[in-house]
């Protein structure tokens, strides 16, 4: 073997050598972070969006620590900065300098009383029923039984289904119209909320007589009052000055044809198909 032939032999050698030696390549890491939960906690800018149910709960000037509040379970706290978004179901419990204490309501039992800080926010299913200084008193009422009633300060919510019976000074009798028997009539209070497939039939000064609709069958016709809510399927067939009369269109055959007034509602599923003076006709297609 000549001296080129040595040289050339070496250096395959040496090549094998160092590809032997070169550690296999791997593949890229994967993340190890943990899919988001309750409580986990995470830095961000000041300035970022804050994503929905999370809070702020530490700030060092440049950057904010964000915890996860979703998942919570009834009376869970957690100590927030102040300017934190507050999550639905939340309420603020006391101020403390430069933070609040939220509490999660979500979970209590009808009838729960609890206490929040004047300017929290006020859940789902909670009224005022005091006001104490810089606190108010929310009592939950979600569950209740139709007819059961309440006191609750003026500008504290009134939960769908529920109306006004009684104005107080500085709060109202609140009455549970919800599972109310059919045709059932209650007198309420001029201003109050008229619950879903309720109509007011009569005004007599400040309070006004509403009937329930609801579970009616097509055909069955009402006298409500100018300013009465038409509930979904009814139309305004006839004006009387003050009042109008309604017709309720559900259960019509394909085909049928209304005459009501201009104006009326139309429901889904029915077209205008001519005009005739101060009235349409209309029909059902779907």
Do not use: C
Not at 63 to 88: C, H
Not at 126 to 154: D, P
């Amino acid at each position: 073997m000549n001296h080129r032939q040595l040289l050339i032999l070496a250096a395959a050698l040496a090549a094998a050598g160092a590809a032997s030696a070169a550690p296999a390549q791997s593949a890229a890491p994967q993340s190890r972070i943990s899919p988001l939960s309750f409580g986990q906690t995470q830095w961000i800018m000041v300035g970022s969006p804050v994503p929905a149910g999370w809070v702020i709960t530490r700030s060092t000037g440049t950057m904010n620590e964000i915890t996860d509040a979703q998942g919570a379970r009834y009376g869970q706290e957690f100590t927030v900065m102040l300017g934190s978004p507050i999550p639905a179901g939340w309420i603020v419990r006391r101020a403390n300098g430069n933070s609040n204490v939220i509490f999660y309501t979500v979970g209590a039992s009808y009838g729960t009383q609890l206490s929040a800080m004047v300017g929290s926010p006020i859940p789902d299913g909670w009224i005022v029923t005091r006001a104490e200084g810089q606190s108010n008193q929310l009592t939950y009422v979600t569950g209740a039984s139709y007819g059961a009633r309440f006191t609750a300060m003026l500008g504290s919510p009134i939960p769908s289904g529920w109306v006004i019976v009684r104005p107080n000074g500085n709060s109202n009798d609140i009455y549970n119209a919800n599972n109310a028997p059919r045709e059932a009539e209650l007198q309420v209070a001029v201003g109050s909320p008229v619950p879903d497939g309720w109509v007011i039939t009569r005004a007599m000064g400040n309070f006004n007589t509403i009937h329930n609709v609801a579970g009616s069958s097509y055909g069955r016709q009402i006298t409500v009052m100018l300013g009465s809510p038409i509930p979904a399927d009814w139309v305004v067939t006839r004006a009387n000055g003050n009042s109008n009369d309604i017709y309720y269109t559900k259960g019509a055959a394909i085909g049928a044809e209304l005459q009501v007034m201009l104006g009326s509602p139309i429901p889904a599923g029915w077209v205008v198909v001519r005009a005739n003076g101060n009235s349409n006709i209309i029909k059902r297609l779907s």
